[in-house]
């Protein structure tokens, strides 16, 4: 954080960053990691006590992450980052390939002050993370 210098309006935000494609995101707003478990739907059944028995087939990991207030640079810099089909992602908990379905940007001021967005981001990783995960043997 050290090379980084402050631009004007924007403040420290607890020392995360998030690393998008090339765009590191340091004004972050909210933070929300998630690991779901995905099951192998196709080959369930339900056993001699009525059971479901299901396979577990990994889980994967997504972020909900909403932006500070950035200037319409760092906002289309971070637009061009989640245009890729794969998404490069860096944060503290998951480094992989993700990818999004919505890039939303909210105008957040315009004025004499200058012009501001937000924006709320759902990235989701390309692959499930089998880490613990037996072969359902």
Request: aromatic fraction near 10%.
């Given at each position: ?13 607890g ?27 196709e ?19 997504s ?8 200037s ?7 637009t ?20 999004t ?18 924006s709320?981001i759902k990235?989701?990783a390309c ?8 072969d359902?043997?």
């Amino acid at each position: 954080m050290a090379e980084y210098a402050l631009k004007s309006g924007e403040v420290l935000n607890g020392g995360y960053t998030v690393t998008i494609g090339d765009y590191a995101l340091r004004l972050i707003g909210g933070y929300e990691a998630r690991w779901t478990n995905e099951y192998d739907t196709e080959n369930q059944f339900t056993d001699y006590k009525g059971d479901t028995v299901r396979i577990l087939k990994g889980r994967r990991f997504s972020l909900d992450i909403s932006t500070g207030r950035l200037s319409a640079e760092n906002m289309a810099a971070l637009t061009e980052a989640l245009k890729s089909e794969t998404i490069a992602l860096s944060c503290p908990d998951f480094t992989g390939n993700c990818y999004t379905d919505d890039i939303p940007a909210k105008l957040e001021q315009a004025n004499f002050l200058g012009v501001r967005y937000s924006s709320g981001i759902k990235l989701t990783a390309c692959e499930l993370d089998k880490t613990g995960i037996g072969d359902g043997l």
